[in-house]
């Protein structure tokens, strides 16, 4: 069979199983993990900034890579995030329906503390949401809850932590509820290049399940981002990112594919901390999926600005 002939075929067997296409579009599972860790990657900026400031004060950069409580007493968080952006490619596939602006809002609270004068430990609990102007694109809400335990390794610059979390991605109604939940393993390294920049690594693999079992996968992943520090509360910076995931069988009865996707990105972005607890971030950044289920191909430019605040207690 030519590739176009299997193509029709594919097509027709997508638009006889509807099934098929509301897994591979909506709800985005994984946009949904990574909203409900976005605005912890947002206030561990602040942390890090602080750190910074205090680092400076005494003539070196805080490389470290992990999560450290900045006081004994402040083990509790509470926080808010909210952004607008644009994205080229919303709905994420081959079939691209056009652009959209979009705005964005979290809240989160947790507990973050030293376990043992040894390990980081801590939960959190986030609910998040997106909303796009244009019909087309996936807005929707979502509940997460996230574990993490880490611990330095000797006096290297590595850092490894266990992460697991669950939750809930809706639609825009907070209907239609689909259960998530997965672990990660990562080792991470931050390394001070100079006196004003840092290189930040990290390998990590992990699980992903849910209620709709299809999409059920092993996932690996390497980034890198290097930041540079301006002024003790403005940072520039720019990283990459490449992943692998495999599919259990993501249809395969129907699809006769084996689905295996990489996904390639990078991005540039900005810092502003404000104060100790409330910042400011814009983040540019290109992204590309190419997968042996062809519908999944997708490549997309998104742009976002993002205010977001923490109190510790």
Known sequence: MTRFGFSVALIGALASSPTIA?????????????????????LEEQRRTTLQRSAED????DGEAGVYVLTLNEIFYVGASAGAGWSE???????DLGDSVYGNAALSAGVQTRLGERFDGGISATVSGIEFDEPFAPSSRSVTAATNIGMPIGD?????SVNAFGGFNYDQDFENGTGFYGASLALSAGIPVGQSTVLRG????????GEIEENNAWNANVSFDLTHYVSPSI???????????WFDDFYEDVTFVTRRDWQYGGNINASWQATDWLSVSTNA???RRDSAFFLSDYDGFDASITVAARKRF
Do not use: M
């Open 156 to 160: 290297t610059p590595l850092y490894v």
């Open 22 to 42: 509301w897994a591979q579009v909506l709800p985005d599972i994984q946009d949904a993990i990574n909203r409900g860790s976005g605005i912890d990657t947002a």
């Open 202 to 209: 990290s390998v990590n693999a992990g699980r992903q399940e």
């Open 235 to 245: 940072s520039i910076g720019a990283g990459a990112a490449v992943s692998r995931v």
């Open 285 to 287: 950044g290109y992204q």
């Open 58 to 61: 005494e003539g070196a950069i």
């Open 89 to 95: 490619n919303p709905v994420r596939t081959v079939d």
